[in-house]
């Protein structure tokens, strides 16, 4: 079949399809603000139901069928060069040539999977219409073009897997957090929720399908987003260096200590090639760094960074010791709840630790610790201690520490602490 002709039967077989609604997730994106929106995040989070959201809300307010263009990039079918993107509008115009381009709402899923598709964006943006949207699963691609090519005329907005309230609001529908009942199981939810993690597709999937489903994704991000997107050549170190950075959640990465692991297994690869591949790890959303806190900016982006993997059952699903260590998933858990959330998230460390600290304007306006139980005498000397250092650092008269299921407060040295179980912290927001 020619090129325009599957081009025609892809845009029609789109436009007469039913789109899935999914389930209402807290991010709001824009219909018909004049800007290139831009979803980008971790494969299988959801990117492309707000595409389908998007179109039923357009079918909805009376937008004709014909004026929408949704096309996935990542339909093998499809195999698009930079030189073909114009044979898009040529085909289109081909099958609607009354229709006024200018009122047409162009979809692209996944357009990354062509070089150079910003230049034909941007084109139809200055030339065609101001209604296009477009997905990506790879941060610095996407982030590089908006800099550059997309300048002031893109809007981007992360997506990731499922919030806990989300996630309650999905398996607990009608769910009241002030109801007796109904707090017994969150608790219960937030077990299962750090287990399992948020990816949509593992709310209708049986349990004994998840870690098959989640070591999936792994495998297509490794190779897809990773190996042939950043032409890697060593696939055997480059998956070893992935779960090791994954296994490092809620921790220091050093990037040295893996290096010497390589070198010791005849892997030719420098150090610096290792952080390269840990900016590309970061890119396709794979795991969270986030740096320690400085006044100076610069400072903390040079810092020692924590790494947090992007869901915490995608975590367990590639090491199987994460799954024993449940403080940690838990403060995995935790900072990555307040990312989706759209918080500047740093740690602190000044002898002593704080786990969390949430920045606005370059300030701390919060210090949060989080551990699994607060009985051990050690462990609550501990963070404690950190928790307390941080607030007198940021003249903060409150600390937090969550937990799993312990709650109190009292005042120590003069700060005001309050232990909260992490259902409460994360929804009552």
């Not at 179109?55 to 060069?81: A, T």
């Not at 943006?125 to 101001?130: A, E, H, L, T």
Request: one cysteine or more; aromatic letters at 10%.
């Amino acid at each position: 079949m020619k090129r325009k002709d599957l081009l025609k039967t892809i845009i029609i077989d789109n436009q007469n399809r039913q789109f899935p609604l999914g389930w209402q997730r807290e991010l709001i994106v824009p219909i018909d603000n004049k800007k290139i929106i831009t979803l980008s995040g971790v494969r299988r989070s959801g990117k492309t139901f707000h595409l389908y959201n998007l179109i039923s809300r357009l079918i909805k307010s009376g937008v004709k069928r014909e004026e929408i263009v949704y096309l996935n990039f990542e339909d093998e079918r499809l195999g698009l060069k930079q030189a073909d993107l114009q044979d898009i509008l040529l085909t289109y115009q081909e099958l609607y040539s009354d229709v006024d381009l200018q009122k047409v709402y162009f979809f692209f899923d996944e357009i990354q999977e062509v070089d150079g598709w910003e230049k034909f964006v941007t084109r139809i943006y200055n030339d065609v219409s101001r209604h296009i949207f477009i997905t990506g699963s790879d941060a610095k691609l996407l982030s590089r073009e908006i800099a550059t090519s997309l300048r002031g005329r893109a809007l981007n907005f992360q997506v990731y897997p499922l919030t806990f309230f989300e996630y309650l609001n999905i398996t607990k529908p009608g769910f009241n957090l002030h109801r007796t009942a109904d707090q017994a199981k969150a608790k219960h939810a937030l077990s299962r929720f750090i287990k399992q993690g948020g990816f949509p597709e593992l709310i209708t999937e049986k349990g004994e399908f998840h870690q098959a489903i989640l070591q999936e994704y792994f495998n297509v991000m490794l190779m897809r987003d990773l190996i042939d997107r950043y032409d890697i050549t060593q696939t055997a170190m480059i998956k070893y260096f992935c779960k090791r950075v994954i296994g490092a959640s809620s921790g220091e990465i050093s990037v040295n200590k893996i290096y010497l692991e390589l070198k010791s297994q005849d892997y030719k690869i420098s150090k610096d090639t290792l952080y390269e591949y840990l900016g590309y790890i970061e890119a396709i959303y794979m795991i969270q760094l986030v740096p320690k806190y400085a006044h100076s900016i610069v400072k903390s982006e040079l810092s020692q960074k924590k790494t947090y993997v992007i869901d915490t059952g995608l975590g367990i699903a590639m090491d199987y010791k994460l799954s024993q260590d449940k403080g940690r998933m838990l403060e995995n858990m935790v900072v990555m709840e307040m990312i989706k959330l759209g918080k500047q998230v740093n740690y602190q460390k000044n002898g002593s630790e704080c786990d969390m600290v949430i920045v606005d304007k370059e300030q701390v306006v919060q210090a949060i610790q989080i551990c699994e139980q607060m009985d051990d005498l050690e462990t609550r000397k501990r963070e404690v201690k950190g928790l307390v250092a941080t607030c007198q650092a940021n003249n903060l008269k409150k600390g937090t520490v969550v937990t799993m299921d312990s709650e109190e407060e009292w005042l120590e040295q003069g700060i005001s602490i309050h232990v909260v179980p992490a259902w409460k912290f994360l929804l009552e927001r």
